[in-house]
């Protein structure tokens, strides 16, 4: 008898743990090993760093004024100094944060792409939930409009448009590419748009609303082309089996061999030539 799985609201969407999410999903990629051992409570899981601190409160902003007024709250001491002239005002590593936030508030296009208009219906943190190639699945989308059949993800970025070499690609890229590829950015909107297909039954349009930590941000909407959305699937289906036999059914993975898990339990077996090495 299969196990009902439970309905995902605000209050329990992360705390559960019967569904798959994309960010658990490219932790199993990068070692199911790991990711089983945090599933079982032998492992710790990444901690939250400040970048994506700083992207919850970009995040939170435009979400709702409750939101933002919940990152505040929750994270006061990460976020807000309490000494001498800068008491009660974001640390330095923050600070660009409220630029960010300026840089698209004051835009007209984000505006309207992002918030829809006066007539659309748009949801912000939509929390979707279906089944993946036999996975039970959830997300959260940033925004969502039903009206106009696309969604928006919102991303923090450390550039745009700077030159950075993809190990993937194998050639130097633009920063939002080079995130898009090595983040695995399309296999998350592949993964939204087939939610999506599931619980409206039509297909929605996805973009990136990029915006850069830069002292000046740029920024940039980015359509997600079909041909992209294919290299996710793609990278989707080649993991899924193997995910869906460790997660679902408890088989034992291989590790990755090189993460802090599988260090912290290597043993040495022989010697190994500097071939071995190279192709490791």
Known sequence: MEM????????????????MSNSRFKE?????????AIDLGFWKGKKSTDALLLGNYVHSYFESEEAHA????????????????????????????????KTLEKDELFNAFYHGT???????????????????FKAKVDSLNISKAYFVDLKTMESIRKEAYSPTLKTYTKQ?????????????????????????????TPYIVAVSKEGVPDK????ITDD????????????????????????????????????????????????????K
């Not at 939002?176 to 929605?204: K, P």
């Not at 940039?220 to 359509?223: D, K, V």
């Not at 899924?240 to 599988?262: K, N, Q, S, Y």
């Open 70 to 101: 919940k990152i505040l709250d929750e994270n006061g001491a990460e976020l807000v100094s309490n000494r001498g002239a800068t008491k009660g005002k974001l640390k330095t590593a923050f600070k660009i944060a409220d630029t960010m936030i």
């Open 228 to 279: 992209i959305l294919e290299v996710g699937r793609e990278q989707f289906e080649a993991h899924a089996e193997l995910i869906r036999e460790v997660f679902l059914d408890g088989a034992t993975p291989d590790g990755c061999g090189h993460c802090d898990f599988c260090l912290t339990h290597k043993k040495l077996e022989r010697a190994i030539t500097l071939d071995e090495l190279l192709e």
């Open 118 to 136: 006066e007539d659309d219906i748009v949801i912000k943190e939509a929390i979707l939930t279906g089944e993946l190639e036999g996975i039970p």
């Open 220 to 223: 940039e909407i980015l359509a």
């Open 28 to 36: 199993y990629i990068a070692c199911p090993l790991r990711q089983q």
């Open 176 to 204: 939002a590419i080079y995130n898009i590829v090595e983040y695995s950015y399309h296999m998350q909107m592949y993964v939204y748009r087939e939610l999506l297909m599931q619980q409206y039954g039509y297909e929605f």
């Open 4 to 19: 009902e799985l439970p309905i995902l609201t605000e209050k329990n969407y992360y705390d559960d743990v019967f569904y």
